[in-house]
């Protein structure tokens, strides 16, 4: 079956500019989860949605960070005015209820240059 | 979260157990521990989690000491597809309202060679 799906796989932007980054979580999974990796750094937790709400938001680095996922499935993280600290893999993960096994995508390689 | 500490790097040869240590003298009585591994340029994979008793799955086991204050994940007969940083990880578990979200530390590379 097909597995959590992220799109673009490589996106680079200069800066400043505005960047949307698309998540397609397994069908049917209730949770969902946005997590960043620097370079030679474990993932760092951004967002969590529960449904179609950001039940944990506190990840989120500034104001210029902002996710939606509108029909609970398909969820989109918008990047404001990129900054070249931006660059980074952008991962995606959802469950199929509250904190069992994570599925992760491949993520999206964003480069702001 | 409680914190957790983990070698950088350690290597084993092909075919035989992989023994990668966690520490977490933190950990609080609800958390769980969970073990994840990212192969190079792919997003990580769950293998195994546990709250005191020991478990096993097809890819792994992973031994809680009585205290929880550590673990041990055991990839029995490693492969070179073994070779990926493995995340000890823990969080609570949970169902209805609560949920765990995962803090990645910066994990052990294993390096799995013939």
């Known amino acids: 079956g097909a597995g959590v799906s992220q799109t673009p796989s490589n996106k680079v932007t200069e800066k400043g500019k505005y960047v949307e980054l698309r998540c397609d979580p397994i069908?049917?999974?209730?949770?969902l989860y946005w997590y960043r990796q620097s370079l030679g750094q474990g993932p760092e937790f951004l967002i969590y949605?529960?449904?179609?709400?950001?039940?944990?938001d506190s990840g989120l680095p500034n104001d210029r960070f902002f996710a939606v996922r509108p029909e609970g499935s398909v969820s989109t993280l918008k990047i404001q005015r990129t900054e070249r600290g931006d660059s980074a893999v952008y991962l995606c993960?959802?469950?199929?209820?509250?904190?069992?096994?994570?599925?992760f995508g491949q993520g999206t390689r964003l480069t702001v240059v | 979260d409680a914190k957790t500490t983990q070698p950088p790097s350690m290597d084993c040869a092909e075919g035989r157990a992989a023994n990668l240590p966690c520490n977490h003298s933190?950990?609080?009585?609800?958390?769980?521990v969970y073990w994840y591994r990212q192969i190079h340029s792919q997003g990580p994979q769950y293998i195994i989690h546990?709250?005191?008793n020991n478990e096993t799955n097809e890819m792994a086991s992973l031994i809680i000491t009585e205290d929880r204050k550590s673990s041990t994940l055991i990839l029995p007969h490693a492969t070179l597809r073994d070779t990926a940083v493995y995340y000890c990880?823990?969080?609570?578990?949970?169902?209805?309202?609560?949920?765990?979200?995962?803090?990645f530390g910066q994990g052990t590379i294993l390096t799995v060679h013939p």
């Open positions: 993960a959802s469950s199929s209820k509250v904190n069992t096994e994570a599925f």
């Open positions: 069908s049917g999974h209730t949770a």
């Open positions: 949605f529960q449904g179609t709400g950001a039940a944990d």
């Open positions: 933190t950990i609080s009585g609800n958390e769980y």
């Open positions: 546990g709250l005191k």
């Open positions: 990880i823990v969080g609570h578990y949970a169902g209805g309202t609560s949920y765990g979200k995962l803090t």
